[in-house]
Structure formats: structure tokens, C-alpha cells
């Protein structure tokens, strides 16, 4: 895993390249982690917040899932297994999308039955056309829940404290007395 810190001026450079809503301050310290060779992430004061996908720093799908800026595209029940796996959205498994939307835009994937974010992309085409199209990839998927980017940053699973023993095992056999 490789890491680098910012310098002021970097910070500045790269603000108007972050894709979402939030404060990024040259006060702060920001860092690029590369957690393989094809994930870039951002930390700012040590968080994970943004990645890096094709020029643009985009958000971590957890900051999305707790405030979506984003256009939504609403997908079948059948088409979450294959957006969960990192898969292109595909025009036969929308059922509606959202007005506004222009090509390149970043939009988020939301499943039909609950509404909960799956993924981020990129739109390949403005809602129109979508609308218009019976077949073919209509999003760039970015980012999503249970893909690689997903698992490499999940908590790793909380280990007891050192402080406290292991139960204690059955008390040894004593053999009857004569």
C-alpha cells in the first residue's frame, strides 16, 4: 500500500476536481492511499472519502448512501446481484430514471423495492436517450456495495482486548481417591 501526502497547493488543485458536496480545506491533512494499483482514495484527516475514477475524485459509496446529491436511476430486483458485482448498468434491468440527466453525469443506482443506493457511475447518455434505448450499457458503474474497493475498505472485524483472557477451560479430571 502506497500513501502520499498533500502539500497546500496540491489541495487547492485538486479540490475542483472532487465530485461531491463536501469541505476539503488545505488546513487539513489530506493524503492519496493506494490501497492496490487501481484504487486511489482520499483521506482527509484520516477518514476515507473520496476515490479517484477516470479524472475525478468521486465519493466512497458509504458517504452517498448517508446524503445522495446524485440523479437517481432505479434498477429491477434482478439487476442488483450483477450492479453489486462492479457490471455496467444495462438499459432491459431500469425501470425509471430521472429527469436531468446528461451524459457524463455522475448519478447514483438505486434499487426498486427499497430505494437504497447499490452504486455509483457515470451516465453514457442523457435521460432522454435512456429512456429512448431498448438494450445496451446505459452507466459506467464506479463504484459499489460489495465490489473490490467495497471489501478493501471495510472495517476489519473488531478483536476482543488484550485484557481480557479466554474462558477459562473444564478444571482437570481429578481421579477418585482410594
Known sequence: MKKRSLNKKEIKELIPLISY????????????????????????????????FEGKWLPLLKLVMQKNPYKKITVDMGAIKFVAGGAGIMR???????????????????????GKVLA????????????????GKVVRNAHAAGDKLWELLKPAPASPPSSVSPPPSAPPEVPPSE
Open 21 to 52: 458536496p463536501i469541505e476539503v480545506s488545505p488546513k487539513q491533512k489530506v493524503e492519496i492511499v493506494w490501497l492496490t494499483d487501481k484504487y486511489p482514495v482520499m483521506y482527509v484527516d484520516d477518514v476515507p472519502l473520496l476515490f479517484e
Open 92 to 114: 432491459p434491468g431500469v425501470v425509471s430514471i430521472e429527469d436531468g440527466i446528461s451524459s457524463g453525469d455522475i448519478v447514483s443506482i438505486v434499487d426498486q423495492k427499497f
Open 120 to 135: 455509483i457511475g457515470i451516465a453514457l447518455f442523457n435521460s432522454q436517450d435512456m429512456r429512448a434505448a431498448t438494450s
